[in-house]
């Protein structure tokens, strides 16, 4: 890391290089017989600005692992990923951290918001996590509820909020210090058709209005199809997608 840098800093992505890069990546665990059990087998990927990839297999081929990976919530066994140029196995673990909370965004099946608090604070959180003053963190929330729309519902807590109004506040967060990707695992899993669809279209939306890079897993196929890229992880390995996805390949 450049001397003096806090992390995320002065590492940014020459034009037409990927913000996000993984290479050679391997992963694997010991099973419960104390062998080796590889999930990943030598991944490549880049994804540029404003690019969204899809990401579909099997149950259990590890697409999870792979978003794991990328995001810096677990480190490859073999391989290294680049956040807009910088190498993500040089920071320790409170660098990284740091890097998570301000330059990646994460949606998840399950939305994760904290119960406890409204739509607006828990949009706040990652701000305040990284000490912008309450004033300010409170004014990017507003805004990005209302880019999602959900401003009526600020003051709902999550008990009170349908999955998909759960869901876009899940993706305001995630957007909450203007990450550089969003890592999405089956975002829309758990919606009905009508509400995974507007889900879908805020997605696209908001890599207009951003021009962040997402990388979606899904076994949704129209999500999918509608992806710019559409990779399969099979057998550790991925490549690509015959399209149009939906019209004539089902996702397992």
């Given amino acids: 890391m450049n001397e003096g840098a806090a992390p995320g800093e002065g590492h940014e992505a020459l034009p037409n290089q990927p913000v996000l890069r993984g290479e050679n990546l391997h ?5 419960s017989d104390g062998s080796e059990l590889p999930i990943l087998k030598g991944v490549d990927l880049g994804v540029g600005a404003g690019e969204i990839v899809a990401v579909v297999g099997a149950s259990g081929a590890g697409k999870s692992t792979l978003l794991h990976l990328l995001g810096g919530l677990d480190r490859p066994t073999v391989g290294e990923i680049y956040l807009a ?8 673990e ?12 994460f949606i998840f099946q399950f939305h994760h918001l904290l119960r ?4 607006l ?5 990652p701000l305040l996590i990284g000490n912008v003053e309450r004033a300010d ?6 805004e990005l509820l209302r880019a999602v729309g959900l401003s009526q519902r600020m003051n709902h807590k999550p008990p009170q909020l349908s999955g998909g109004e759960r869901q876009r506040v899940a993706v305001a967060r995630a957007l909450a210090n203007d990450p550089v990707v969003l890592l999405a695992d089956e975002p829309s899993g758990n919606l009905d058709n009508q509400t995974a669809e507007g889900l879908h279209e805020l997605f696209f939306r908001l890599r ?3 021009q ?8 949704n196929r129209e999500l999918a199809d509608r992806a710019d890229r559409s990779l399969r992880l099979h057998d550790g390995v991925l490549s690509p997608v015959t399209r149009p996805l939906a019209g004539h390949e089902a996702i397992p």
């Fill in 27 to 31: 992963k694997s665990y010991l099973d």
């Fill in 116 to 119: 406890e608090f409204t739509a």
């Fill in 85 to 92: 140029g910088q190498a993500l196995s040089g920071l320790d």
């Fill in 208 to 210: 207009e209005d951003h």
């Fill in 137 to 142: 963190a409170r004014a990017r929330a507003d």
């Fill in 121 to 125: 604070e828990n949009i706040m959180m």
């Fill in 212 to 219: 962040v890079a997402v990388v979606l897993v899904t076994h």
């Fill in 94 to 105: 409170s660098e990284l951290a740091e890097v998570r909370n301000q330059r990646i965004g």
